[in-house]
């Protein structure tokens, strides 16, 4: 999962960063209004944390530009304002929650999950495709029932695709979400096609169907129709 991170505070975004990086997550940063409205116009993202003091700017402004970009990253505004006008004006604009600082990590990470659950998988604890089951709480793969031992990055990447099921998904989106924003601009995306290739050996012995359907100089797409 790709998340990006609002904040200017250089302590709270450091902590933060190493925090949801320990939880596996792709994390990336802006510490100023410039940045994140870049970032936000350049990248995707799953989820935006996003502060409403920016030295620049206010972060309520990149709810609205979310917004209006129709993006379907998940929107959390974290702020040490608390009053009930400032929460109600940053559900009100988009935002699905509000946390007020101080807060602890581990329960940023909850809100994350609870977010992603409503918005990805409608609520479902559990994320099935034909014999493939992901549990995204656990990161735990089943294939008619039984376990499958993916890495991390093998993980993410069935994610995004079962996620993005039955959609054209280029290199680029791909290596970008599950690799991160750093990844933008590199000169070859060669080293996705071996972890592609693993992904499938693995599902594949495991008895699942073949639904990752290759269209040579285009990407991936991940479907039971072809």
Known sequence: MKILLIEDEPALLVAMRHYLEGEQYNVSTASNFRKASEKIHDYGYDCVIVDITLPDGNG?????????????????????????????????????????????????????RSLMRRRQHQGETQLCF????????????????????????????????????????????????????????????DFLYTHVRNLRRKLLEAGSPDYITTRYGAGYIFTAGE
């Open 60 to 112: 309520l402004a990149i709810v609205n530009e979310l917004k209006a970009a129709h993006s379907q990253a998940g929107i959390i505004i974290v702020s040490a304002k608390n009053s009930l006008d400032d929460k109600l004006n940053g559900l009100d604009l988009g935002a699905d929650d509000y946390l007020t600082k101080p807060f602890h990590l581990p329960e940023l990470n909850a809100r994350i």
């Open 130 to 189: 034909g014999d493939i089951t992901i549990m995204p709480n656990r990161k735990h793969v089943l294939v008619a029932h039984q376990p499958v031992d993916l890495t991390g990055k093998e993980y993410d990447l069935l994610l995004f695709l079962v996620t993005n099921k039955n959609r054209l998904l280029s290199k680029a989106a791909i290596v970008e979400h599950v690799w991160g924003d750093y990844m933008d601009g590199i000169d070859s995306h």
